[in-house]
């Protein structure tokens, strides 16, 4: 679809290089091509997972064990970490219990709060992802060479800043789960 406003398209996607030099691509092609590097690896990430035995693993997933953390947390503090409510964050650790990959306790400290806890499943599937990423960026060094891969990571912690180049809420962000 493309929108016009007095007769002008307004979509920059479909009206390619309208005031884009032609050394240059244009401006919304980094956000795309970086979304698109992010979810090959995701999905190549999830597809060797499966292999490994965790095929009901999801995306998701990952952001919320890495919100529960090695300590475990209550529902209020994953939801902060993931940018949801602590209703949105409950649904997502009820699916991570039935699936397996975390459990509820009681707080040691609080004994009214209870504490999602991963589950040795739940370690194995981060354990298997840490593993996998690093053979994943060892493809991407053995395509592109390695000094360009450091290169590229160099100059995204320049223009990401450090405050938000590691946070969790992406999956809110970009509206799930």
């Known amino acids: 679809?493309?929108?016009?406003v007095v007769g002008e398209n307004v979509n920059q996607v479909v009206d390619m290089g309208k005031g884009v030099p032609v050394h240059d691509t244009p401006g919304y092609e980094l956000p795309l091509l970086l979304f698109g590097g992010f979810r090959t690896l995701i999905d190549r990430l999830h597809?060797?997972?499966?292999?490994?035995?965790h095929?009901?693993?999801?995306?998701?997933f990952g952001f919320a064990m890495q919100a529960v953390g090695a300590r475990g947390a209550t529902a209020s503090d994953i939801g902060r970490r993931l940018g949801v409510s602590k209703q949105a964050a409950g649904k997502t650790v009820d699916r991570l219990l039935a699936a397996g990959y975390?459990?509820?306790?009681?707080?040691?400290?609080?004994?009214?709060?209870?504490l999602?806890?991963?589950?040795?499943?739940?370690?194995?599937?981060?354990?298997?992802?840490?593993?996998?990423?690093?053979?994943?960026?060892?493809?991407?060094?053995?395509?592109?060479?390695?000094?360009r891969v450091r290169d590229m990571e160099a100059a995204l912690?320049?223009?990401?800043?450090?405050?938000t180049a590691f946070r969790l809420d992406a999956t809110s962000w970009l509206g799930g789960p």
């Not at 370690?123 to 996998?132: E, F, G, K, T």
């Open 1 to 4: 679809m493309v929108d016009h």
């Open 47 to 53: 597809a060797r997972l499966a292999d490994e035995g």
């Open 55 to 60: 095929p009901d693993l999801r995306p998701a």
């Open 102 to 114: 975390a459990e509820r306790t009681d707080d040691p400290e609080d004994a009214r709060r209870k």
């Open 116 to 147: 999602v806890r991963l589950t040795p499943r739940g370690h194995d599937a981060l354990a298997r992802s840490a593993a996998i990423f690093d053979e994943l960026r060892a493809e991407w060094a053995a395509a592109l060479g390695a000094d």
């Open 157 to 163: 912690r320049n223009v990401v800043p450090a405050e």
